[in-house]
């Protein structure tokens, strides 16, 4: 299949919501006791996300114009510079493939899409926070060739 990936544009916002919807489920299913349903931006936050230099959005569409998967990033530079690097990572907030398209390769067009986007912007890598109770995600993302950055642990504690 042939799929265009671009910038998002204020046009494409429901599906992004829509997106944003499926994604969100997942958590919410996986990790009732840390997400609730819902997106994670409102119409409003996501146009004004959509007009930021610093947080570029793509999206992947197929031949009718359909979109069918959105990547969002955000280009950071380390706080601490004492002890970092002073180099620019293209951190990838949220990748979601519709799921009526999932296992077409859709997140291999927008995934190298991105990676090419933040080699042209001379980062030194790119990364991710991918949650444990996405294991298809994981396993994505290890297909992809990332491998673990650093690793967030947790204890959940019971009612006393």
Known sequence: MSY???PAREQDIPAIMELLRQVNRVHA?????????????SADELSAIL??????????EDAG???????FCVLQ????TRLL????????DDICVDES???????RALYEHILAFA????????????WSCNPGAMKFYEKMGLVPYKVCMEQVLGQE
Do not use: M, W
């Open 77 to 80: 530079r380390p706080e601490n």
């Open 101 to 107: 398209a999932r296992g077409r390769s859709v997140g």
């Open 51 to 60: 007009k930021q230099e610093q947080t570029p959005v793509f999206v992947c």
């Open 4 to 6: 265009t990936v671009r």
């Open 29 to 41: 299913d996986g990790r009732p006791d840390l997400f609730r349903y819902g997106t994670k931006y």
């Open 65 to 71: 114009g359909g979109i069918l998967g959105h990547g």
């Open 85 to 92: 690097q002073d180099v620019l990572t293209l951190y990838i």
């Open 119 to 130: 080699r042209q912007k001379g980062c030194h890598n790119v990364t991710l926070n991918v």
